[in-house]
């Protein structure tokens, strides 16, 4: 009786389902969506630029898309980063100043806690 062995990573969370070529659907999608994207871009400018222009153009443009399939930081893609980097940098920066409460005079109703504020 033969036995079919299926390996399961040891981080379950980490586990990326393949459909094409050993890539995720995001990963195929955009992938695809870039490859089109130098194709058109390169046989629009190719006879307009000249091929090595249109060439250089052609990566700049597909670059973006390509990089959206295959990027993860701390496991997250590419918008999810860009969102929390908005955020973090732009939406809720500035200054964030450091006040400590001491939560033991507080407890203990002492004498004194009111010069601490």
């Not at 399961?8 to 955009?30: D, M, N, Y």
Request: charged letters at 20%.
């Amino acid at each position: 009786m033969n036995t079919i062995e299926v390996k399961i990573p040891k981080e379950v969370r980490q586990h990326k389902e393949t459909i094409f070529f050993g890539l995720s659907a995001r990963q195929f999608i955009c992938s695809a969506i870039a490859v089109a994207l130098a194709v058109g871009i390169y046989l629009l400018l190719g006879p307009v630029l000249g091929k090595e222009t249109a060439s250089w153009v052609c990566i700049l443009a597909a670059a973006p898309f390509a990089i959206a399939g295959f990027f993860s930081y701390h496991g997250m893609n590419l918008e999810q980063f860009l969102w929390a980097f908005i955020k973090s940098e732009f939406l809720f920066a500035g200054p964030r100043p450091y006040a400590s409460e001491n939560f033991h005079y507080k407890a203990l109703n002492r004498k004194g806690y009111e010069d601490f504020d």
